[in-house]
């Protein structure tokens, strides 16, 4: 079965600074991976995506992934960070036979003035 | 834009009540699933539904109930309310043929609290 891991429950980096979120993954074929945001008391708003091509993905609100295979990885990086990124992050992988996805545990994003 | 509306962003019940909750979508969407989500825990997939009148269980479906009578409506049913779940409770839909070009559309979410 699939699985995704974020292995960093919380990550604080201040106003400016750049940041990585981790996400591996566990998937046997070819993995469909999300990133998406939630902004307290919100659901879930889409990010980015990667299914083929590029490994290198550019999503909204300034943030980007690179798919690496060997290392089953998928982070996302922000390369100056806003205080209104302040908000918790999921990775997930679809599993396209069972049509549905599984996310990881999260990550919440402290910003710091 | 999409929209996934959930009936009510908080509700309060007691112990042992029938309890439903709502979610409609407005985009035709085949896909539609239901999720819970806690500290720590992430999001666990309780049911979805490919389908109208089509159900399938997910990583936790145990102490709950779905029905999917119309394409635009997916109901989940706690048939007999307890302590342990009390949680938030995310609602998402996709379209079959572009989930990875668009992934899930969520609901704003329900909080519930059972006491």
């Known amino acids: 079965a699939q699985s995704v891991t974020q292995p960093d429950i919380h990550i604080t980096v201040s106003e400016g600074a750049s940041l990585e979120l981790r996400c591996n993954y566990s998937y046997g074929a070819t993995p469909y991976l999300f990133w998406y945001v939630q902004s307290p008391g919100q659901g879930l708003q889409l990010l980015l995506k990667?299914?083929?091509?590029?490994?290198l993905v550019q999503g909204i609100k300034g943030f980007e992934a690179e798919f690496k295979r060997s290392q089953s990885s998928f982070n996302l990086r922000k390369p100056s960070v806003h205080w209104s990124d302040a908000a918790e992050y999921f990775c997930a992988v679809e599993d396209t036979n069972a049509g549905k996805s599984t996310f990881g545990d999260g990550t919440t994003l402290t910003v710091k003035p | 834009d999409v929209k996934v509306t959930q009936s009510s962003r908080y509700l309060v019940k007691r112990t042992g009540e029938k309890v439903f909750l709502e979610c409609v979508q407005d985009m035709d969407h085949e896909n539609m699933f239901w999720y819970r989500q806690d500290p720590g825990l992430g999001l666990r997939l309780i049911y979805f539904?490919?389908?109208?009148?089509?159900?399938e269980k997910g990583d936790i479906p145990e102490g709950y109930s779905v029905s999917r009578e119309k394409k635009e409506r997916f109901s989940l049913i706690l048939e007999s309310a307890s302590t342990n779940q009390t949680s938030m409770y995310l609602c998402a839909s996709s379209s079959r043929q572009d989930t990875l070009l668009y992934g899930y559309t969520f609901g704003s979410g329900t909080r519930l609290t059972v006491v």
């Open positions: 539904s490919y389908d109208v009148k089509m159900k």
């Open positions: 990667y299914f083929s091509g590029d490994t």
